[in-house]
C-alpha cells in the first residue's frame, strides 16, 4: 500500500467522521437543551394561561395536584393498546390529587359509540372535542419530536411536565408507575409530618 | 500529474447513455418530491411542523439518492470490470492505487454534484410553490451534513459490494437484499423484545450495529445518538474505505 493511498483515505475517513461527530454532537446539544427548558417550564401554568383560565378541566383548582394527561383516539390503535395498562395505573394511584385526564378530539357521542361497539374501557377521566387543548398540549413537543399518538404527560405538584413522550412506550409506562409509587410515598410522609 | 490523467480519463466515461438516464431518474425523482411535500405544507393547516417536513424530504431524498448513487457507483466500477478497461489501464501505466484513488475522487465528485443537484430540486420545489421562508428553515447545517454523508456512505458500501462481487448484476440484487435482511432482522429484534415479557432491561439499537442501517441511527436527528453508533459507524466507515482496496489490489482484475 503506497503512502499517498494510506494519506488518501486516511484524509476521507477523517473528512466523514468529523462530518458525522459535528452532526451528532450539534443534534445531540439542541435536543438537551430542548429538553432541558421543557422539564424547567411551569407547564400548568402555561396551559391555563393559554387557556385565559376558562378551560373546564385545566384551571388553577388543578395547582397542587399531580397530573396524568393522556392524548388518543378510538382510531389509534397504540392507545387502544396502551389503555389496559394505564387502567391499572389508575386504578392504583388515582385519588384527589392525583388525576387522569383523557382528551380526545373527536366528537363524544362518536367515540363512546365505538367504545362500546369495541368493549374499549377507559378509566381516565374523559374529554371529548378537545381540538384546541390538545394543539396546546401538542405545542411543547420538541422541535427533534415526531408527532404521534398517544401523548402522555404527567404534571408535577409545582406544574413542572415530569414525563412527555409520545407513542406506546412499555418501558415509559413502568417509569410512569415508579414515579407515582414515589409520589405516593412523598404524599405519606408529608401526611405523617 | 498521473492522478490528473486518470482523472480526466474517468471523467470522459460519464458521458453515457446508462449515466444519462439516471441523472433523469434523479432529477425527476427529486423535484417529484420537492414539489410533493411543499404542496401538502402548503396546503396543510400548518398542524404539520417544519421539523417535521424537513425530516421527511431529508428521509425521502436520501433514500432515493443513495440508491441511485448506489447504482452509479456499481455500473460504473462494474462496467470497468466487465469491458477489461481495468487491466487496460495497468497496461497503459497506471498502478491499481491509482486507478482506485482516481474512481474514489471521482466517485466523491459525483456525490458533491448529486448534493447540489438534491438542493437546487428542493429550491425549485420552493420557488414554484412560493415556499422559500419554509426551504431556508429546513436547509440546516445537520440537514445538509446529513445529506452528503449519507450519500457518501452509500457510495463507500456499493465500492465495498462491486469490488467484492465484480458483477454488476450481482452487486445491485446484493445491495437490496443487504438492506432486506437487515431491515428484517430490526423488525424481527423488536418484535421478540416487544411481545417477550422476559427480556428485561433497556432494548440495544440492532440498527446501529448494521452495515448499512447504522449510518441512518447516527444521523437521526429525532433522538440523542450515543457516541457508541458513532463509533461502530466510524469503523464501519474505515473497513468500507480499506475492504475495497485490499480486494482490488490483492484479486484479479478480470470479472
Known amino acids: ?193 | 500529474m498521473k492522478l490528473n490523467r486518470i482523472l480526466t480519463s474517468e471523467l470522459l466515461k460519464l458521458p453515457r447513455m446508462g449515466n444519462y438516464i439516471l441523472l433523469g431518474i434523479f432529477l425527476l425523482l427529486n423535484l417529484a418530491i420537492s414539489f410533493l411535500f411543499f404542496y401538502e405544507f402548503s396546503s396543510s393547516d400548518q398542524s404539520q411542523s417544519l421539523e417535521d417536513l424537513g425530516r421527511q424530504v431529508l428521509t425521502s431524498q436520501t433514500s432515493l439518492s443513495s440508491l441511485l448513487i448506489a447504482i452509479f457507483t456499481i455500473m460504473s466500477i462494474g462496467k470497468e470490470y466487465k469491458d477489461g478497461t481495468l487491466r487496460k489501464n495497468i497496461i497503459d501505466g497506471y498502478t491499481r492505487d491509482d486507478f482506485f484513488v482516481g474512481k474514489l475522487l471521482i466517485l466523491f465528485l459525483c456525490v458533491c454534484f448529486a448534493f447540489l443537484l438534491g438542493i437546487i430540486c428542493l429550491f425549485i420545489g420552493a420557488l414554484s410553490l412560493g415556499q422559500l421562508s419554509e426551504f431556508s428553515e429546513i436547509i440546516t447545517p445537520p440537514f445538509l451534513i446529513n445529506f452528503f454523508v449519507e450519500l457518501f456512505y452509500t457510495v463507500l458500501f456499493a465500492m465495498f459490494l462491486i469490488y467484492l462481487i465484480r458483477k454488476s448484476t450481482m452487486s445491485i440484487v446484493m445491495y437490496f437484499l443487504w438492506g432486506f435482511i437487515e431491515s428484517i432482522s430490526v423488525g424481527i429484534y423488536a418484535a421478540i423484545y416487544q411481545f417477550n415479557d422476559d427480556v428485561d432491561g433497556e432494548p440495544i439499537n440492532l440498527a446501529n450495529y448494521l452495515p448499512k442501517s447504522s449510518i441512518d441511527s447516527v444521523l437521526n436527528t429525532a433522538a440523542t445518538v450515543e457516541w457508541s453508533a458513532v463509533l461502530v459507524t466510524s469503523i464501519y466507515i474505515v473497513l468500507m474505505l480499506y475492504l475495497p482496496y485490499y480486494l482490488f489490489t490483492k484479486r484479479d482484475i478480470r470479472s
Open chain 1, 1 to 193: 500500500m503506497r503512502r499517498s493511498t494510506i494519506l488518501f483515505l486516511a484524509v476521507i475517513a477523517v473528512f466523514v467522521i468529523g462530518l458525522i461527530s459535528t452532526s451528532v454532537y450539534f443534534t445531540n446539544k439542541e435536543i438537551n437543551r430542548g429538553e432541558e427548558e421543557r422539564s424547567n417550564m411551569n407547564m400548568l401554568n402555561a396551559l391555563i394561561d393559554n387557556t385565559n383560565g376558562q378551560h373546564k378541566v385545566i384551571n388553577e383548582e388543578l395547582q397542587g395536584n399531580v397530573l396524568v394527561i393522556n392524548v388518543w383516539a378510538t382510531w389509534c390503535g397504540p392507545c387502544i393498546r396502551e389503555i389496559p395498562e394505564l387502567n391499572i395505573l389508575e386504578e392504583e394511584f388515582a385519588s384527589d390529587d392525583i388525576r387522569f385526564l383523557a382528551f380526545d378530539d373527536l366528537d363524544s357521542a362518536k367515540e363512546l359509540s365505538i367504545m362500546k361497539e369495541r368493549e374499549i374501557e377507559f378509566n381516565y377521566e374523559l374529554y371529548f372535542n378537545e381540538k384546541e387543548l390538545i394543539e396546546l398540549l401538542y405545542s411543547y413537543k420538541l422541535p427533534n419530536e415526531n408527532r404521534a399518538v398517544p401523548l402522555n404527560i404527567v404534571i408535577d405538584r409545582k406544574g413542572k411536565p415530569a414525563f412527555y413522550y409520545m407513542g406506546y412506550q412499555k418501558d415509559k409506562i413502568d417509569e410512569l408507575r415508579t414515579y407515582l409509587e414515589n409520589v405516593n410515598k412523598a404524599s405519606i410522609k408529608v401526611d405523617l409530618l
